[in-house]
């Protein structure tokens, strides 16, 4: 068994952990980064980043990452809808809201992960994959053993950062536990060889009992989406499911009934999930141990901002740990309440966007035409989509009254 000392142990190399692990490490701090897959692999996962989420990617020092993994810069949001003929459909530029750093990042999940662990080895960090078999002893001094490829191994730390996610392997050592909700369900599929589908504009919509995303990637790829209700969650199981998702993007509210899309191939395996949002029962701060990114906490996937916070918080974090010694508990306060306010107005946002665009029937069909029909006499309506650009905080908080709430889905007609 070997026993080692370092400054901070990273327990997860997703965008989250394995940003932090860059920013430590450049910033003079002996780190080890934890992993427990072999390689990184195509999973269905965060493939979009707001642009409040690439400031936090710069911040960090990390952004080139995306530009080597391929990221493509979305330009125009294109939102579909059945109660709206395609040819009346606008393009939002979303290059206006933040313009220092122009739209949205599109890129695969995967290639990210693979080259922040190589900055993080190229900044000093010492990157373990296949790492099995965690544990953490929380305290002054964390002690952390795993199981490497090559035996068992002790490393007395400074600090545990937990960033592995829904797995949460880290917080349940420290007795965190989450409440749950699920809203309803989805899945996702890469595809290559997309036809006419313009390689910076992404689009959103709704027809029938589907909820569709299309986030084109480099090289005629693109991430498909659908939501769908709990009651059809077989609809894409068995053989043949990849297909049939493809297929069911033959909608009347797309262009040429979608075609652009039906052409398409499947470029990897389809993931089906229900979409689950988790909010933490105590504080995600111990002695030694702070979680970031999902693993404290995450909202309905529905939104596509997991990564942008997961970037902030290893931002916020790594900036306590390079500011000084303390890093007793007491000084992650200021993070803690800022991810609390941060995290309640995702969720919320989350909701009205769930409710809006992946909610079925005739009646969300009705809400949407009402909604549609305020939204093109008041911007102020759409304020909670800004949720997707620009960071919480600067989202204006009437968005967030129940006044605007009752005003969006009982006055809108
Ligand atoms: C289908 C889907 C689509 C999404 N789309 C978007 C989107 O477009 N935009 C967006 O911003 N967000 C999106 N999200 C959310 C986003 O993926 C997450 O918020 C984000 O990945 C969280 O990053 P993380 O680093 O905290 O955790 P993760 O990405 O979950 O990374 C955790 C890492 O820890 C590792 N790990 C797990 N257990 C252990 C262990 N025991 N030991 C060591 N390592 C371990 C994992 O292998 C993984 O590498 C989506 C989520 C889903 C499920």
């Known amino acids: 068994m070997s ?64 530009a080597v993994a391929g990221a493509c810069e979305m330009r125009h949001w294109v939102t579909w809808d059945e109660a709206v003929p395609p040819e009346e459909v606008e393009s939002v530029d979303m290059t206006r809201f933040l313009p220092s750093v122009g739209g949205p990042l599109s890129f695969p999940h995967h290639r990210v992960c693979e080259i922040l662990a190589e900055q993080a080895a190229a900044s000093g960090a010492r990157v373990v994959m296949e790492a099995a078999k965690i544990t953490i002893a929380p305290g002054m001094e964390p002690v952390v053993t795993y199981q490497g490829f090559d035996g068992p191994h002790t490393i007395k730390a400074r600090m545990v950062l937990g960033a592995t996610g829904r797995a949460c392997k880290v917080g349940r050592q420290i007795g965190v536990t989450m409440t749950t909700a699920t809203h309803e369900w989805g899945g996702a599929l890469k ?24 986030f084109p990637q480099e090289a005629g790829r693109a991430r498909l989406y659908m939501n769908f209700p709990t009651t059809n969650q077989d609809r894409y199981r068995g053989p043949g499911g990849p297909e049939r998702f493809i297929a069911d993007y033959e909608l009347e509210c797309l262009p040429d009934r979608g075609k652009a899309v039906t052409v398409a191939r499947p470029a990897g395996p389809l ?4 979409r689950l ?26 939104l596509g901002t997991g990564l942008s916070c997961a970037l902030r918080d290893a931002r916020m974090v790594s900036e306590v740990l390079l500011a000084g010694d303390d890093w007793r508990p007491e000084v992650f306060a200021p993070f803690l309440e800022e991810r609390t306010f941060r995290m309640r107005r995702l969720h919320y946002g989350a909701s009205i966007i769930a409710r809006l665009h992946a909610s079925f029937g005739h009646e969300a069909l009705e809400r949407r035409r009402r909604v549609n029909r305020l939204a093109a006499r008041h911007f102020g309506a759409q304020v909670t989509g800004l949720l997707n650009l620009v960071a919480p905080e600067d989202v204006p908080d009437f968005g967030f009254s129940e006044f605007f709430a009752e005003r969006l889905f009982r006055e809108s007609a």
């Open 191 to 214: 595809v290559e060889g997309m036809g006419d589908w313009p390689a910076d504009t992404q689009a959103l919509g709704t027809e029938g009992d589907v909820m569709f995303m299309v």
């Open 277 to 302: 949002s988790s909010v933490p029962d105590r504080p995600t701060v111990a002695e030694g141990v702070v979680l970031i990114g999902d693993e404290a906490g995450r909202t309905d996937s529905v």
């Open 3 to 66: 026993i080692g000392h370092t400054d901070v142990v990273v327990v997860g190399s997703g965008i989250g952990g394995a940003a932090a692990a860059c920013r430590l490490a450049a910033g003079g701090l002996s780190v080890v980064l934890l992993e427990k897959q072999r390689a990184f692999t195509d999973l269905a996962r965060g493939e979009w980043l707001a642009p409040w989420g690439i400031q936090e990617a710069q911040r960090l020092g990390v952004l080139d990452c995306f």
């Open 271 to 274: 993931a089906i999930w229900p």
